[in-house]
Every structure is written in C-alpha cells, then in structure tokens.
C-alpha cells in the first residue's frame, strides 16, 4: 500500500516560486493587492513546503476569482445605473 501511495506522488524536479507579481500593499482585508497571500503566507513562504506552497497558491488563485467576480459586478451595476439616466435634452419617460 505505501508504494502505491509513494507512486502516486508528483516528483518535484523544480522549486515552486512565489506568486508575488512586485505590487506589494496590503488589502482592506490584509490580503496583498499583487499576489492575494495574507501576511503570514508572504512571510513564512521559504519557510514551508511544498505542498503548503500550492495550497497557498490555490487559494491566492480562488482570493483573486472572487476579486474580479466582485469587480465585474460593480461595473454592470454601473453600467445599468448610467443607462438609467437620460439626459435634460431628452422626453421624460411616459409615467403609467
């Protein structure tokens, strides 16, 4: 049984870098605006392994979905709120 869990593991041949994209400030949530690591994450990165190097980078990768997804929906409410107004040179709309 072991060497079938030992066959299964992905053999490491190269170093797993660090997310940071050089935009280094922190979030309204302490997250890095850059690479989405908390605090703890950026400072103890040389400090763990592997496999908590790739969770780390999964949930930087999950942190940065919900960012944009959040961001997206800020510029379609935007957008439907500049297409709600008309203009003062415009007919008022027709009140029921």
Same mark, same amino acid.
Do not use: H
């Given at each position: 049984?072991?060497?079938?869990?030992?066959?299964?593991?992905?053999?490491?041949?190269?170093?797993?870098?660090?997310?940071?994209?050089?935009?280094?400030?922190?979030?309204?949530?302490?997250?890095? +605006?850059?690479?989405?690591?908390?605090?703890?994450?950026?400072?103890?990165? %040389?400090?763990?392994?592997? =496999? *908590? /190097?790739?969770?780390?980078?999964?949930?930087?990768?999950?942190? +940065?979905?919900?960012?944009?997804?959040?961001?997206?929906?800020?510029?379609? %409410?935007?957008?439907?709120? =500049? *297409? /709600?107004?008309?203009?003062?040179?415009?007919?008022?709309?027709?009140?029921?």
């Amino acid at each position: 049984m072991t060497d079938l869990k030992e066959q299964s593991q992905q053999l490491e041949f190269f170093e797993i870098p660090s997310p940071c994209i050089g935009v280094c400030e922190s979030g309204p949530r302490g997250y890095c +605006k850059g690479c989405f690591r908390s605090r703890d994450e950026r400072l103890y990165w %040389l400090k763990v392994n592997d =496999a *908590a /190097k790739r969770k780390i980078i999964s949930a930087c990768v999950r942190r +940065k979905k919900a960012k944009m997804a959040k961001l997206r929906q800020a510029q379609v %409410l935007e957008s439907e709120k =500049a *297409a /709600k107004q008309f203009s003062l040179f415009d007919k008022p709309p027709k009140s029921s």
